[in-house]
Structure formats: C-alpha cells, structure tokens
C-alpha cells in the first residue's frame, strides 16, 4: 500500500525557507515519478514542481521557477522540496503525489497516490 507522508510545513516570513518533506513507504519508489501541488481555499489544486524517477529531469510552475528545488533521494525515498525567498502568496497547503510512470508531469489527474498535505504559511 502507497503511503506518501509530507512534513516540513509551518509559519515563516517574507523571504525566509522552508524545506518540505515526502517520505514514501509501500511502494518501490525509484519506479514513481513524483510532483509536488499546493491549494489555497476556494481554488484548484495547482502544480509547483514536477521530478522523473531517477531525479534527473525536473520541471516547475513559472510562479516559484528559480526559487524553489525538488529533488529525490531513492535511497531513503525521500522526496524533498527547497523552497527559497518564500512570499506571502506561496501560503497554501502542499502535496506531494506519486504514480509509477516515467516522465514528468505537472496534471494532478495523472497521478495516483497523494500525501495528507502540510500547511504552509508565509506572512507579508
């Protein structure tokens, strides 16, 4: 059974870091690519950063290009997301999902296993 478990969020301010979490259990998980999605209330889910299964090719939304990194440790089956000079519109709760294909892909629907989510918040 695919258990995806997020940690790492919490409060921080304007151009401060956050490094969120993704630890992956029940599944081989150099097998999954893997994205991260975040969501506001009132609002769909929205993709922020996308990985392939060996971590060699990453793709992220416009908003956070060059501010945040994903990046995966298939030894510890870790999936990490670095997220740098945070602003106060990155506030949401974020996702990690999963699905056993290769590639990238930044459509939630193309992914099968989700993480409970972790708050983050970022005050002005």
């Known amino acids: 059974q695919v258990q995806l478990v997020e940690s790492g969020g919490g409060s921080v301010q304007a151009g401060g870091s956050l490094r969120l979490s993704c630890s992956g259990s029940?599944?081989?998980?150099?097998?999954?690519?893997m994205a991260w999605f975040r969501r506001t209330p009132g609002k769909e889910r929205e993709f922020v950063a996308a990985?392939?299964?060996?971590?060699?090719?990453?793709d992220y939304a416009d908003s956070v290009k060059g501010r945040f990194t994903i990046q995966r440790d298939n030894v510890e089956n870790i999936l990490y997301l670095q997220m740098d000079n945070l602003r106060a519109e990155d506030t949401a709760v974020y996702f990690c999902?999963?699905?056993?294909?290769?590639?990238?892909?930044?459509?939630?629907?193309?992914?099968?296993?989700w993480g409970q989510g972790t708050q983050v918040t970022v005050s002005p």
């Open positions: 999902a999963a699905t056993p294909a290769q590639g990238l892909s930044g459509s939630p629907e193309t992914y099968g296993d």
């Open positions: 029940g599944f081989k998980f150099v097998m999954y690519r």
């Open positions: 990985i392939n299964r060996l971590g060699s090719i990453t």
